[in-house]
C-alpha cells in the first residue's frame, strides 16, 4: 500500500502541469518511516531536491545512501516549522504525520495545522497530504476553503 500511495505523491509532484516552473526542495514531513520514507526515496531516486522534515529522535537509517538532506523539528511546534520554512527554498510540501496510538496531542491533526498555517504564511502554494483526517469524521479547520 505504501508504495502505490508513494508512486502517487512522486507522479503529482513531478509531472505535468504540476511539475515546478521554479525549483526548490520537496519537504517531507514524516520521511523517517512508511509512507513518507517510501515518497523521499522514490522522489530522491528520480533526482529531485528533497529535504526530510525529521524529529531529533527520528530515525534516520531508512534514508542512509539517499542523496535526502535532513531539517530537524517537530511538526507540532509552530517555531520549529517556521525556522524550516524560513531556512529552506521549498516547492512542495508532502506530509505523512502519524501517531502512536493513544498519542496526545496527534501530530497528525496538530502538525498538520501548523504545516498549513506556517506554510499559508510563507507563501508556499503546493502540499501533499497522505491522512486519515476526514475518513467518515467531521472535516477539521484545515480542509475548509
Ligand atoms: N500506511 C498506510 O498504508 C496508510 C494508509 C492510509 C492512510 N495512512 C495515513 O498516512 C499517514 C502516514 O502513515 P504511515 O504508515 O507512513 O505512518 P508512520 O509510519 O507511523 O509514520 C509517521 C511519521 O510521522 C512522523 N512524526 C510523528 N510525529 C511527528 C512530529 N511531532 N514531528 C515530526 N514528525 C513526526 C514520524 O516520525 P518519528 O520517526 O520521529 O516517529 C514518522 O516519520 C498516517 O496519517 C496514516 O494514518 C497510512
Same mark, same amino acid.
Given at each position: 500500500?505504501?508504495?502505490?500511495?508513494?508512486?502517487? +505523491?512522486?507522479?503529482?509532484?513531478?509531472?505535468?502541469?504540476? @511539475?515546478?516552473?521554479?525549483?526548490?526542495? =520537496?519537504?517531507?514531513?514524516?520521511?523517517?518511516? $512508511?509512507?513518507?520514507? &517510501?515518497? @523521499? #526515496?522514490?522522489?530522491?531516486? #528520480?533526482? &529531485?531536491?528533497?529535504?526530510?522534515?525529521?524529529?531529533?529522535?527520528?530515525? !534516520? &537509517?531508512?534514508?542512509? $545512501?539517499?542523496?535526502?538532506? %535532513? @531539517? =530537524?523539528?517537530?511538526?507540532?511546534?509552530?517555531?520549529?516549522? !517556521? !525556522?524550516?520554512?524560513?531556512?529552506? #527554498?521549498?516547492?512542495?510540501?508532502?506530509?505523512?504525520?502519524?501517531?502512536?496510538?493513544?498519542?496526545?496531542?496527534?501530530?497528525? %491533526?496538530?502538525?498538520?495545522?501548523? %504545516?498549513?498555517?506556517? +506554510? #499559508?504564511?510563507?507563501?508556499?502554494?503546493?502540499?501533499?497530504?497522505?491522512?486519515?483526517?476526514?475518513?467518515?469524521?467531521?472535516?477539521?479547520?484545515?480542509?475548509?476553503?
Amino acid at each position: 500500500m505504501k508504495r502505490i500511495f508513494a508512486a502517487l +505523491a512522486v507522479l503529482l509532484l513531478t509531472t505535468g502541469a504540476s @511539475a515546478p516552473a521554479t525549483r526548490g526542495t =520537496v519537504l517531507v514531513v514524516g520521511a523517517s518511516s $512508511g509512507v513518507g520514507l &517510501e515518497i @523521499a #526515496k522514490q522522489l530522491a531516486a #528520480k533526482g &529531485e531536491d528533497v529535504t526530510a522534515f525529521v524529529r531529533p529522535t527520528s530515525k !534516520r &537509517e531508512g534514508l542512509t $545512501g539517499s542523496p535526502v538532506k %535532513f @531539517a =530537524v523539528g517537530d511538526a507540532t511546534k509552530i517555531e520549529d516549522v !517556521r !525556522r524550516v520554512l524560513a531556512d529552506t #527554498k521549498v516547492r512542495a510540501i508532502v506530509s505523512t504525520l502519524g501517531g502512536r496510538p493513544n498519542e496526545t496531542p496527534r501530530p497528525d %491533526f496538530i502538525g498538520t495545522q501548523t %504545516f498549513v498555517d506556517a +506554510a #499559508k504564511a510563507a507563501g508556499a502554494t503546493r502540499m501533499l497530504l497522505v491522512t486519515v483526517i476526514g475518513a467518515g469524521t467531521a472535516p477539521m479547520s484545515f480542509q475548509r476553503p
